[in-house]
C-alpha cells in the first residue's frame, strides 16, 4: 500500500503492477483471517454462513480495488495506492463478524485484527493521516456498537465494551503514533537517497563534462572513441572522426587575454553542440583542439560535415571582442579502417590536422592512408 508517485509508459505500468502484487499480498491476510473465521465456526460460536460471508466480502471489495487499478482509474487520485481506502474498507468485514458475534471476548479478537491493515500504512501514511484513519475506525466501531445496542442489546456487556473501546483507543493511538515516525524516517531515507541520487550524477557529470566547456573532457570523449570502435567490431561499418584545432589560439591569447581565449572555447563548443546529431560525440582533447567522434559516417560524409563546421566558425561572434574579429578552425580527418586500433585512427586524424596547419590553417584534410609511409597520405580539401 506504499504510495508511488504516477509514472509515465513503462514507468506507470511497472508501478500499476506493483501495485497489484501488493494487494495481493493483503489480500493473503484476509485469507489467513478466514481462518480464524472458520475455527470460530468449528467451534459453533459464528454461523457458517456468516463465515461465507466474511469471504465474499472480502472477494468484492478487494475485486474492486484491482480493477481500479486495472483500468487505471486510481490515477486520478492524490494517492494511486488507494492506501486509506483500502485500509478503511479492510475494516468492514471484520465489523460484519462482530455484529454476529455473541460473546465479547470474541469480539475484541476480531477488534485487534482489524487494527492490523493499519501496519500497512507505515509504508505510507503521515502521523496526521494515521490519526485521520484511526478516527474512522473509532466511528465504523462506533457505528457497530450503536447497531448493536439497537438489534441485540443482549450481547453487549457495559463493563467489557468500556474496556475493550479503552484499549482499542489505545492501540489505535500508539500504532498512529509509531506508524507516523516510521513513516516519517522512511520518507527522509527517500529524500536522501534521492539527494544521493543527485549527488552521484553531478560527481558523473564532472568526472566526464569539461568544466570550461561543457562538452565532453579528454576521458569521456576518448572513451566514447573507444565505445564507437567496439561496436563496428561487433557490428561493422564505417564511422569516422576528426580532430579540430583554433587557429592561431597562443596569438589571441597573448592579445586579448586568456579570459578572452576562455571564451572563444566556450562559444565554439556551444556552436559545434548545435550542429551533432543525437549518435554524434564531441568533446575537448586538450588545450584548443576538440574531438569529434562521428558514427555511421564515411570519410566523405565527415569531410561534408567537417567544412561545415568551419563556415560555421568563421559566423562566430564573441563577447568583449571586436565586431570584426574571426577565427577559423583547422580540421584533420580520418574513417576507421576495419579492425584498426583507436590510437592509429587518432593518429592518422593528427597527421592530417598536421597537414592542414602546414598547408595553411583554415582547412579540412582527410587522411586516406593506414601507414604514414603510404604515398597517398592526406588530401586537403581547402576552404
Same mark, same amino acid.
Given at each position: 500500500?506504499?504510495?508511488?508517485?504516477?509514472?509515465?509508459?513503462?514507468?506507470?505500468?511497472?508501478?500499476?503492477? +506493483? #501495485?497489484?502484487?501488493?494487494?495481493? =499480498?493483503?489480500? $493473503? *491476510?484476509?485469507?489467513?483471517?478466514?481462518?480464524?473465521? /472458520? &475455527? @470460530?465456526?468449528?467451534?459453533?460460536?459464528?454461523?457458517?454462513?456468516?463465515?461465507?460471508?466474511?469471504?465474499?466480502?472480502?472477494?468484492?471489495?478487494?475485486?474492486?480495488?484491482?480493477?481500479?487499478?486495472?483500468?487505471?482509474?486510481?490515477?486520478? +487520485? #492524490?494517492?494511486?495506492?488507494?492506501? =486509506?481506502?483500502? $485500509? *478503511?474498507?479492510?475494516?468492514?468485514?471484520?465489523?460484519? /463478524? &462482530? @455484529?454476529?458475534?455473541?460473546?465479547?471476548?470474541?469480539?475484541?479478537?476480531?477488534?485487534?485484527?482489524?487494527?492490523?491493515?493499519?501496519?500497512?500504512?507505515?509504508?505510507?501514511?503521515?502521523?496526521?493521516?494515521?490519526?485521520?484513519?484511526?478516527?474512522?475506525?473509532?466511528?465504523?466501531?462506533?457505528?457497530?456498537?450503536?447497531?448493536?445496542?439497537?438489534?441485540?442489546?443482549?450481547? /453487549?456487556?457495559?463493563?467489557?465494551?468500556?474496556?475493550?473501546?479503552?484499549?482499542?483507543?489505545?492501540?489505535?493511538?500508539?500504532?498512529?503514533?509509531?506508524?507516523?515516525?516510521?513513516?516519517?524516517?522512511?520518507?527522509?531515507?527517500?529524500?536522501?537517497?534521492?539527494?544521493?541520487?543527485?549527488?552521484?550524477?553531478?560527481?558523473?557529470?564532472?568526472?566526464?563534462?569539461?568544466?570550461?566547456?561543457?562538452?565532453?573532457?579528454?576521458?569521456?570523449?576518448?572513451?566514447?572513441?573507444?565505445?564507437?570502435?567496439?561496436?563496428?567490431?561487433?557490428?561493422?561499418?564505417?564511422?569516422?572522426?576528426?580532430?579540430?584545432?583554433?587557429?592561431?589560439?597562443?596569438?589571441?591569447?597573448?592579445?586579448?587575454?586568456?579570459?578572452?581565449?576562455?571564451?572563444?572555447?566556450?562559444?565554439?563548443?556551444?556552436?559545434?553542440?548545435?550542429?551533432?546529431?543525437?549518435?554524434?560525440?564531441?568533446?575537448?582533447?586538450?588545450?584548443?583542439?576538440?574531438?569529434?567522434?562521428?558514427?555511421?559516417?564515411?570519410?566523405?560524409?565527415?569531410?561534408?560535415?567537417?567544412?561545415?563546421?568551419?563556415?560555421?566558425?568563421?559566423?562566430?561572434?564573441?563577447?568583449?571582442?571586436?565586431?570584426?574579429?574571426?577565427?577559423?578552425?583547422?580540421?584533420?580527418?580520418?574513417?576507421?579502417?576495419?579492425?584498426?586500433?583507436?590510437?592509429?585512427?587518432?593518429?592518422?586524424?593528427?597527421?592530417?590536422?598536421?597537414?592542414?596547419?602546414?598547408?595553411?590553417?583554415?582547412?579540412?584534410?582527410?587522411?586516406?592512408?593506414?601507414?604514414?609511409?603510404?604515398?597517398?597520405?592526406?588530401?586537403?580539401?581547402?576552404?
Amino acid at each position: 500500500m506504499e504510495h508511488i508517485p504516477p509514472g509515465n509508459g513503462n514507468d506507470k505500468d511497472a508501478d500499476q503492477a +506493483l #501495485r497489484k502484487r501488493r494487494l495481493g =499480498m493483503s489480500f $493473503i *491476510t484476509y485469507l489467513a483471517t478466514f481462518l480464524i473465521v /472458520l &475455527m @470460530f465456526a468449528y467451534q459453533g460460536l459464528l454461523p457458517l454462513s456468516i463465515a461465507s460471508h466474511f469471504l465474499i466480502f472480502s472477494v468484492v471489495v478487494n475485486g474492486l480495488i484491482w480493477m481500479a487499478i486495472h483500468r487505471n482509474l486510481n490515477l486520478r +487520485l #492524490r494517492d494511486p495506492s488507494m492506501t =486509506m481506502l483500502q $485500509i *478503511t474498507l479492510s475494516q468492514w468485514p471484520a465489523l460484519w /463478524l &462482530m @455484529f454476529f458475534l455473541e460473546a465479547g471476548q470474541a469480539r475484541a479478537i476480531f477488534l485487534l485484527i482489524s487494527v492490523v491493515p493499519l501496519l500497512y500504512g507505515i509504508l505510507a501514511l503521515k502521523v496526521r493521516d494515521f490519526i485521520w484513519v484511526s478516527l474512522i475506525f473509532l466511528a465504523q466501531y462506533g457505528v457497530l456498537l450503536l447497531a448493536l445496542w439497537l438489534l441485540r442489546p443482549q450481547v /453487549l456487556v457495559a463493563s467489557l465494551e468500556l474496556v475493550q473501546l479503552f484499549v482499542f483507543i489505545m492501540v489505535l493511538a500508539e500504532v498512529a503514533l509509531i506508524g507516523g515516525f516510521i513513516s516519517s524516517l522512511r520518507a527522509k531515507v527517500r529524500q536522501r537517497n534521492h539527494e544521493l541520487k543527485q549527488a552521484m550524477e553531478r560527481i558523473q557529470e564532472l568526472v566526464n563534462i569539461d568544466e570550461l566547456t561543457g562538452v565532453f573532457n579528454r576521458r569521456r570523449i576518448v572513451q566514447a572513441l573507444s565505445d564507437e570502435s567496439n561496436r563496428c567490431r561487433r557490428s561493422p561499418g564505417p564511422f569516422s572522426l576528426g580532430i579540430l584545432d583554433v587557429d592561431h589560439f597562443k596569438e589571441v591569447n597573448d592579445t586579448y587575454g586568456h579570459q578572452a581565449g576562455d571564451e572563444i572555447l566556450r562559444v565554439l563548443a556551444r556552436a559545434m553542440m548545435l550542429d551533432m546529431r543525437a549518435i554524434d560525440s564531441f568533446g575537448r582533447y586538450g588545450g584548443e583542439e576538440f574531438l569529434l567522434v562521428l558514427p555511421q559516417t564515411a570519410l566523405d560524409g565527415a569531410r561534408i560535415k567537417s567544412e561545415r563546421l568551419c563556415d560555421t566558425v568563421r559566423e562566430l561572434r564573441f563577447n568583449g571582442l571586436p565586431e570584426d574579429f574571426r577565427i577559423t578552425v583547422s580540421i584533420g580527418v580520418a574513417e576507421a579502417f576495419p579492425g584498426e586500433h583507436t590510437d592509429a585512427t587518432l593518429d592518422r586524424a593528427d597527421r592530417a590536422l598536421y597537414t592542414a596547419k602546414e598547408n595553411g590553417r583554415n582547412q579540412v584534410v582527410c587522411c586516406t592512408a593506414i601507414d604514414p609511409a603510404q604515398q597517398a597520405g592526406p588530401t586537403a580539401y581547402e576552404d
